[in-house]
């Protein structure tokens, strides 16, 4: 596993996401992705799945301490109590005591940003997220958030064919994480022609050379789902190789 460094802390860089995964498949998924070495999951409070990821980390056997766990509020719930209620929510079903991150899961309209990220900040002053981020905003949208909380991560979709540039550099500029969601393109990257051509030359698959890609940048973490153990393993198996700079530019120009 490799990390990336956010405000001084340590992120690892390849989660494993559970968007549409739901019970006993939920359950094992996470149990195993724990098993095979994932130390980060990502949940929402709208995939109505937090309980079982929740019995997942307690039967995988792995410290909750060593995981990095995420979930995200919903934009009907962006109101101040229902932010606090819905998340204290989440920690019960999860089975514990605080969250590592916690994300307005898109931009709201109607609450002002000021109310939920203030009801946000206090859950973490009661220790119950640790941090607080958003997903899907833009940058002129994560620079309004910055006024009312320390954004620690931006969560969006960012694979070969979505370039993120804008938010790149403004991940670099404001130290936060850049996390790729849906990073395999649902599946899309694996019969990729230019993906497998450079695979072919790591000895890797397309689907881990487009993992590879996000991850080997700076202050980017991805979160592919997968369900098999086959898929999780190989998600996960990207650590041992490095692409070059041409090829880093070469995945970069099929964004569309
Ligand atoms: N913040 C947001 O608004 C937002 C939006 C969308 C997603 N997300 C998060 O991001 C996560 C990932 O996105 P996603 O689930 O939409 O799409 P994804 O991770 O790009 O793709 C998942 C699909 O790829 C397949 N797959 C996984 N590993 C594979 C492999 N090695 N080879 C071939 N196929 C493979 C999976 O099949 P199997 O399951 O059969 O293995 C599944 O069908 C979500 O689960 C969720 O946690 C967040």
């Not at 550099?169 to 936060?176: F, N, P, R, S, W």
């Given at each position: 596993?490799?990390?990336?460094?956010?405000?001084?802390?340590?992120?690892?860089?390849?989660?494993?996401?559970?968007?549409?995964?739901?019970?006993?498949?939920?359950?094992?998924?996470?149990?195993?992705?724990?098993?095979v070495?994932y130390?980060?999951?990502?949940?929402?409070?709208?995939?109505?799945?937090?309980a079982?990821?929740?019995?997942g980390i307690?039967?995988?056997?792995?410290?909750r301490g060593?995981?990095?766990?995420t979930?995200k509020?919903?934009?009907?719930?962006?109101?101040?109590?229902?932010?606090?209620?819905?998340?204290?929510?989440s920690l019960k079903?999860?089975?514990?005591?605080y969250?590592?991150l916690?994300?307005?899961?898109?931009?709201?309209?109607?609450?002002?940003?000021?109310e939920?990220?203030?009801?946000?900040?206090e859950?973490?002053?009661?220790?119950?997220?640790?941090?607080?981020?958003v997903?899907?905003?833009?940058?002129?949208?994560?620079?309004e958030?910055?006024?009312?909380?320390?954004?620690?991560c931006n969560q969006?979709q960012?694979?070969?064919?979505?370039?993120?540039?804008?938010?790149r550099?403004?991940?670099?500029?404001?130290?936060?994480?850049?996390?790729?969601y849906?990073?395999?393109?649902?599946?899309?990257?694996?019969?990729?022609?230019?993906?497998?051509?450079?695979?072919?030359?790591?000895?890797?698959?397309?689907?881990?050379?487009?993992?590879?890609w996000?991850?080997?940048?700076?202050?980017?973490?991805?979160?592919?789902?997968a369900?098999?153990?086959?898929?999780?393993?190989?998600?996960?198996?990207?650590?041992?190789?490095e692409?070059?700079?041409?090829?880093?530019d070469?995945?970069?120009?099929?964004s569309?």
């Amino acid at each position: 596993m490799e990390y990336q460094t956010i405000k001084g802390e340590k992120v690892p860089s390849l989660g494993l996401g559970t968007y549409r995964l739901t019970g006993g498949a939920c359950v094992r998924a996470v149990e195993r992705g724990l098993q095979v070495g994932y130390r980060h999951l990502d949940t929402a409070q709208m995939y109505g799945n937090e309980a079982e990821v929740g019995r997942g980390i307690r039967g995988s056997g792995v410290d909750r301490g060593e995981i990095f766990l995420t979930t995200k509020v919903w934009p009907s719930d962006f109101a101040h109590d229902r932010v606090t209620s819905k998340t204290r929510e989440s920690l019960k079903k999860l089975g514990t005591d605080y969250v590592d991150l916690l994300l307005m899961h898109w931009p709201g309209d109607g609450v002002p940003l000021g109310e939920t990220l203030g009801a946000m900040r206090e859950l973490q002053e009661e220790g119950g997220v640790l941090h607080i981020g958003v997903s899907n905003f833009s940058p002129s949208l994560v620079e309004e958030a910055t006024e009312h909380a320390e954004v620690f991560c931006n969560q969006v979709q960012y694979h070969p064919y979505r370039n993120q540039n804008a938010l790149r550099d403004q991940a670099q500029k404001l130290d936060y994480l850049l996390t790729a969601y849906t990073p395999l393109s649902r599946g899309g990257v694996q019969d990729d022609a230019t993906l497998r051509k450079i695979g072919e030359a790591h000895g890797k698959t397309a689907t881990q050379v487009a993992l590879r890609w996000l991850v080997q940048q700076d202050r980017v973490s991805a979160i592919p789902k997968a369900t098999s153990e086959e898929h999780l393993k190989e998600n996960l198996d990207v650590f041992d190789f490095e692409l070059s700079e041409e090829e880093m530019d070469r995945i970069s120009s099929l964004s569309r």
